[in-house]
């Protein structure tokens, strides 16, 4: 640690409107428990029920986990400056966030692909599916996924902590972000800035554009199936994920795609409520809510503990 990088920030959040700080206090309060049991009952009932065994089910509980981490990462320490009048983060404790929280964001934008690849392959090559998608290519799959997360993580998160500071402190957001850091840092950082460019178009444009193509591609096998039943089934599965991808990569694309020196006041603020809380918490009632097989693998779930006490 150099003389340029202080001990504590000081995250000023809502500080300039601080009736906001007691609504999003409750709010964080709801949603943080919310994630956590949703997320936890579709792990659950996709290692319990033998119907769930299956490379769509082994990628959504990845997806779970991914999100519980994710929230985890930054919620907690949202909570805690909200709810009392210090508002820091050790430089330590901001280092380690900023880690942790692109671990999880990097895996998810990469997650989020390999999931709509499996659904391509699902509808549209249903003969060599299970032969393409058998446990070992799918552990494959998630491994690289996350080995390629972190890599991303960790080379953008180190190259932004090596930016000099120059004894500021303060930081105008709820956590510890890389744009928000670039931002804040004096001297040189256009490089930074061009790197942190080039790796989120191969982190969220790639993979965007493959979830697109991927979802064109079904789009026009669901048309070619005769059976009204077989239509609602592919659509229901296929809508549930879509809905996903554009909750995570809407605000991350507004967010990371852009020069952090172009980055308006309030924006990183609202952006990483939005991918970091709202959307861990809503994609378990998404997946259940619009899936007959997770909501009856839910209840006999549900009617298994109630039937043991």
């Known amino acids: 640690m150099n003389n340029s990088h202080p001990k504590e920030f000081v995250l000023l959040g809502f ?13 964080l309060l709801i949603t943080y428990p919310m994630a956590m049991v949703g997320n936890t009952a579709i792990i659950l009932v996709s290692r319990l029920d033998a119907r769930l065994h299956n490379p769509m089910y082994f990628f959504l509980t990845n997806l779970s986990f991914l999100d519980m981490c994710y929230t985890t990462s930054i919620v907690p320490q949202m909570l805690f400056n909200l709810g009392s009048t210090k508002k820091t983060i050790s430089y330590v404790g901001c280092a380690a966030q900023l880690y942790f929280f692109h671990i999880m964001g ?3 934008c990469l997650l989020l692909a390999i999931m709509s690849f499996d659904r391509y392959l699902a509808i549209c090559k249903p003969l060599h599916y ?9 552990i494959l799959l998630a491994s690289t996924v996350w080995l390629t997360g972190i890599t ?37 950082k256009a490089a930074n800035e061009l790197t942190l460019s080039v790796v989120c178009i191969f982190m969220l ?20 199936i005769k059976s009204s039943e077989g239509r609602k089934k592919a659509f229901g599965t296929c809508s549930s994920h879509l809905i996903v991808v554009f909750l995570f990569y809407g605000p991350a694309i507004s967010m990371y795609l852009q020069p952090p020196s172009s980055i308006s006041r309030d924006q ?35 009617r298994g503990i109630f039937a043991s006490k």
């Open 106 to 108: 990097g895996t998810e």
């Open 205 to 224: 444009a790639v993979p965007l554009g493959l979830i697109l193509a991927s979802y064109a591609c079904i789009g026009h096998a669901v048309f070619k």
């Open 268 to 302: 990183p603020k609202f952006m990483a409520l939005f991918y970091g809380v709202v959307t861990p918490a809503l994609n378990p009632f998404i997946y259940t809510l619009r899936n007959k097989d997770v909501k009856g693998a839910l209840g006999n779930l549900v």
């Open 15 to 27: 500080a300039d409107r601080p009736w906001l700080e007691l609504p999003l206090f409750a709010i």
């Open 130 to 138: 299970t032969l393409i998608m058998n446990p070992r290519i799918c």
């Open 152 to 188: 991303y993580a960790v080379s953008e998160a180190t190259a932004t902590l090596q930016l000099p500071l120059c004894g500021l402190n303060k930081l105008d957001h709820l956590l510890c972000e890389i744009p928000v850091l670039i931002k804040a840092a004096c001297g040189e």
